[in-house]
């Protein structure tokens, strides 16, 4: 369940969506002493207006950041459990030990982010582009973390891993862990 801080939130998100408000919002959230950012504007908009909420909770479970530009944005350590990022643009962020179990990211592009040590992850119906930083991760499926818009798909190696043309080939669970 989602706190009231978290509900403003979802509320601004749908200002800013409906044009309400204009330029970007800066969250600040103290997680146990540490500080996270998360910057929120809309697609393809360049906005020089920086409305700033501080929140005091690291739970950012139930949000819908769908069709936003989240770049820049450091989640690190955070509960992003059920949001949604679905047709999102995330890049040049920090996305390392989160937790987004049932989280949607259909067809969002993630670009040059650390998802390292995420669990839950669904990457599914992403589009994952450049250096995405995938250690340790822990999927929500059995499967692979593929990426089906960066090649055919349809072809296996020996392992029934996807081959990819790009940087994302034999990414998968059995992976994450390597003792060297």
């Known amino acids: 369940m989602a706190s009231d801080d978290v509900k403003s939130i979802n509320e601004l998100i749908e200002k800013l969506r409906l044009r309400e408000i204009e330029g970007t919002i800066e969250i600040i959230i103290n997680n146990k002493g ?3 950012k998360v910057i929120i504007k809309k697609q393809g908009e360049i906005a020089e207006e920086i409305r700033k909420v501080k929140l005091g909770t690291p739970d950012l479970s139930d949000i819908d950041f769908s069709n936003i530009d989240i770049s820049g944005s450091d989640f690190s350590g955070l509960n992003l459990q059920r949001s949604d990022f679905s047709y ?39 589009y994952l582009t450049g250096s995405v930083n995938l250690y340790n991760v822990t999927p929500s499926t059995e499967g692979p973390i593929t990426n089906p818009y960066g090649g055919d798909t349809s072809l296996t190696d020996e392992d029934g891993y996807a081959l990819h043309p790009r940087d994302m080939s034999k990414v998968g669970i059995a992976h994450k ?3 060297y």
């Open 34 to 36: 540490k500080i996270n």
């Open 88 to 126: 999102s643009r995330i890049e040049n962020s920090n996305l390392a030990y989160t937790n987004l179990h049932g989280a949607n990211l259909y067809k969002t592009a993630i670009s040059q982010t650390n998802l390292a040590h995420a669990e839950g992850i669904d990457a599914q119906n992403a």
């Open 177 to 179: 862990k390597r003792n």
